[in-house]
């Protein structure tokens, strides 16, 4: 498997940010690891947007935007 450019770069930040959130879970004493929350740390970690702040709300589209 072929790593880009920046692999090494990428592995770790997603390894850090998976590192934070489950030792701020552990620090909070929940009894199973939130999935959601670490898969929004990584996606962060990666430079995702939220999707909170992707596309248009449904009211806002129409027959010339709903692409």
């Keep these: 498997m072929a790593l880009d450019r920046d692999g090494g770069a990428r592995r770790g930040a997603v390894a850090n940010a998976i590192r934070a959130e489950l ?14 929350a670490l898969a929004l740390a990584v996606e962060e970690a990666l430079g995702f947007a939220s999707p909170s702040s992707e596309g248009k709300h449904p009211d ?5 935007n709903d692409d």
């Design 23 to 36: 030792a701020r879970q552990s620090q909070a004493d929940v009894t199973r690891v939130d999935v959601d």
């Design 60 to 64: 806002e589209l129409n027959a010339t």
